[in-house]
């Protein structure tokens, strides 16, 4: 069998000594050779020498001794503060390794901001409770495409239908869209409950920037557009848009009562149910052309685990198909 050859790994190769290092941080941490070698079991001159060797390597003085104490030079504090946070991820990632119960399963699960934190904080409660033996770990993101290295979900849900290999595709919902405020902001301002007082009024519009990784774009151009009705035709005098990618913020200052947002009914539904936000008008937009799925990773290791997650969440979107607003594929 042939050898395959590997190139030289600069990064690696450019690395100094993780002993040295640790020598380093431990004396930096105490300003002191002598309670860094405590704090390592070590002989104060092995610290000595790890630091010495380190200096020699950076070709930079890290330490000034100012009595029996030491000082980081300008130096030494750009390399502690990068080593710190380095030591401390390698420490946490270490301890949840070693301490993992081994009788629970992990599961990953990737979701975007605005799912994570209006439809899945409304819910998780209900699932932790019923599967007390399945540790969740969320990642939220806006680029399903481009994942951490190590990063593999088991559970995606997303627009996507290409996540690649390993994932089997179950439709959750379409998107359904209508304009929604706080009961106080249609008591102070009544003439949002036609389109075109609801076209002048203080709009809360969804920015399309950094989220090409989530869905297509419905603003409230494109929304009032479905209603043949032309933003740009707003009243003199009318508020200025405001506009931001997060659509958490969004919701929020519709709640706070600052303005009329463009609600997507799987993120706001519940809201407006209990009363927190409502339609000052009735017409909607239906995206039936598009949904948004649930990807289940095909992992012999996490199927059951990973089942129940994905038949926890389908049965809440089960009144979407009782509605009709889904299709089987």
């Known amino acids: 069998m042939s050898q395959r050859h590997v190139d030289p790994d600069t990064l690696l190769l450019k690395m100094p000594s993780l002993r040295a ?10 300003e002191s050779f002598t309670r860094a070698a ?12 790890q630091i010495r060797e380190l200096e020699e390597y950076l070709n930079a003085p890290l330490f000034i001794r100012v009595g029996r104490a030491v000082e980081l030079t300008p130096a030494g504090v750009m390399f502690f503060d990068a080593s710190k946070i380095s030591f401390v991820n390698i420490a946490q990632a270490a301890e949840r390794i070693k301490n993992a119960p081994v009788e629970k399963h992990v599961l990953t699960v990737a979701c975007s901001p605005a799912f994570s934190a209006l439809w899945l904080s409304n819910h998780i409660k209900d699932f932790r409770a019923k599967n007390p033996d399945i540790e969740l770990n969320l990642i939220t ?16 849900i997303s627009k996507f239908v290409d996540l690649g290999e390993g994932y089997s595709l179950h439709p959750l919902c379409h998107d359904i869209i209508y304009p929604v405020c706080s009961p106080e902001y249609l008591q102070r301002n009544p003439a949002i409950n036609t389109l075109e007082g609801l076209r002048s009024s203080e709009l809360l519009d969804l920015s399309p920037y950094g989220r090409s990784g989530v869905a297509e ?3 409230w151009s494109v929304w009032l557009a479905f209603q043949n009705v032309d933003i740009d035709e707003r009243h003199s005098g009318s508020p200025p848009l405001f506009h931001a990618n997060d659509y958490n913020l969004i919701v929020n200052m519709a709640l706070s009562g600052q303005g009329v947002a463009l609600g997507w009914d799987q993120l706001v539904g519940h809201l407006v149910e209990s009363g927190r936000l409502i339609q000052p008008v009735q017409e909607r937009v239906t995206l039936r052309n598009s949904l948004h799925y649930l990807a289940c990773r095909e992992n012999a290791n996490a ?17 979407w198909k009782a509605k009709g607003e889904i299709h089987n594929l």
């Open 21 to 30: 290092v640790k020598a380093f941080v431990a004396a930096a941490k105490y």
């Open 38 to 49: 405590e704090a390592l079991c070590v002989s104060q001159a092995a610290i000595s020498r």
């Open 141 to 156: 993101t806006q680029n399903f495409h481009a994942r951490e290295p190590g990063i593999e979900p088991d559970i995606v």
């Open 217 to 219: 774009h419905v603003d």
């Open 303 to 319: 199927g059951n685990a990973c089942g129940r997650v994905k038949d926890w969440i389908m049965s809440k979107f089960s009144s």
